[in-house]
């Protein structure tokens, strides 16, 4: 005689919060990864992933009854078990996460932690940022970023194994899975109690995000003209009144961190040479000069673009325009040519026309915006929109 069957809470509402906003949160940082501009969403997004994951290990132990790890955690005979049961007449209902289905929710998130911690790594070593800045180098963080990526592509393959066991398993069974991690609610035997909902720490969870949210890209809402909002601030780079006066006189006073000190040594060589011009410099102005370029050149790696300028500079190699070197071309590659001839831009020597940082020298990636089609688009759109809700 077939059980009466009951409809009952399994899911509570942290559960279910944490579950759509991890899924939101990878869907976001996998969108904005391959796009500098977008650093600052990524690291978002990758910071949420993070706390939901840590939320997600501490709700494992003091959760309700079905979202606690132990009430989940099936030996690999009884995964066995289980997926060959479910083309047969053995097929088995679980209330709670079936076997395959607990193994997924281990693998995803032990590939989360390897994502989100060698995450921090790869942002302390490249970006110099976050709680790792200054511990991990940028050569150290190349082993990261390589762990960082075969995690991302693990996870992917992870979320696609288990979105197809979610649908196979709501076909076998009659039910859908994806409905009940909306609802909470799945029918169950009058045996199966249902679970606290514990609404007021999803509603927690939901506000804490909400304000990191204000925090992180509220000031693209309050920033102007003449006051960008930057996303992240580089390290205060030794500037030089000099160099900026006698460089600005002919064209954008480029951080002598673009180039290695062999070619500002080559370039001062040459000065009276000077891309078809003469500088007509005097001896002291020369060693002066020279000797800033020379203690803040690329070679001391002192930020992200040095380091990557000057490793893809051959050692018998010495470019006289920062244009000629391969990582700049590699990372401008992707850019329309008619970029270059908008009227604010002008020339590939107008660092500062997409730069926001560029007079410091520091070029964070995400403080980078081109004329015409930044990221501000849907920022306008967002302001227009809230200045007609206040109306």
């Not at 999803?202 to 509220?218: D, S």
């Not at 011009?277 to 002192?302: I, M, W």
Request: proline share 3%; hydrophobic share 40%.
């Amino acid at each position: 005689m077939t059980q009466q069957q009951k409809s009952i809470l399994v899911w509570d509402a942290p559960t279910r919060v944490f579950h759509w906003l991890l899924v939101i949160a990878f869907v976001i940082a996998w969108l904005s990864y391959d796009d500098n501009r977008y650093l600052d969403t990524h690291i978002f997004s990758g910071y949420t992933f993070l706390g939901l994951l840590v939320f997600r290990l501490i709700w494992g132990v003091f959760g309700t009854h079905y979202a606690r790890f132990q009430q989940f955690s099936y030996s690999a005979t009884e995964v066995t078990s289980y997926i060959k049961g479910l083309f047969g007449e053995d097929m088995r209902h679980y209330v709670g996460h079936n076997p395959a289905g607990a193994w997924a929710i281990f693998a995803l998130i032990g590939f989360g932690l390897v994502l989100t911690i060698s995450g921090l790594f790869v942002l302390g070593g490249e970006e110099q940022h976050g709680p790792l800045a200054g511990i991990v180098s940028f050569r150290q963080s190349d082993i990261f970023r390589e762990t960082h990526e075969f995690a991302a592509y693990g996870l992917l393959l992870l979320v696609f194994i288990h979105f197809c066991g979610v649908i196979t398993e709501s076909l076998l069974h009659k039910e859908n899975l994806i409905g009940t991690m909306f609802r909470g609610t799945k029918s169950a035997d009058t045996e199966s109690a249902s679970v606290r909902p514990h609404r007021l720490i999803a509603t927690t969870m939901v506000t804490v995000i909400a304000a990191y949210v204000i925090a992180t890209f509220g000031g693209y809402l309050t920033e102007t003209a003449d006051q960008p909002y930057l996303p992240f601030k580089g390290p205060e780079l030794v500037q030089n009144e000099l160099w900026q006066e006698e460089c600005s006189d002919c064209h954008f006073a480029f951080h002598p961190s673009l180039l290695p000190a062999r070619s500002w040594q080559l370039i001062f060589k040459q000065q009276n040479e000077h891309f078809d011009d003469d500088l007509d410099l005097d001896e002291e102005t020369v060693a002066e000069l020279l000797a800033y370029a020379t203690a803040n050149s690329a070679d001391q790696e002192q930020i992200e673009p040095a380091w990557r300028m000057n490793s893809s500079i051959a050692s018998n190699d010495t470019p006289l325009r920062i244009t000629d070197v391969r990582y700049w071309k590699r990372k401008h590659e992707e850019i329309a040519a008619d970029a270059w001839k908008r009227s604010s831009v002008k020339s590939k020597a107008n660092c500062a026309a997409c730069h926001l940082d560029a007079e410091q020298g520091t070029f964070e990636d995400a403080d980078m915006r081109i004329p015409g089609e930044n990221k501000l688009d849907s920022i306008e759109w967002l302001k227009s929109m809230l200045g007609q809700a206040s109306k």
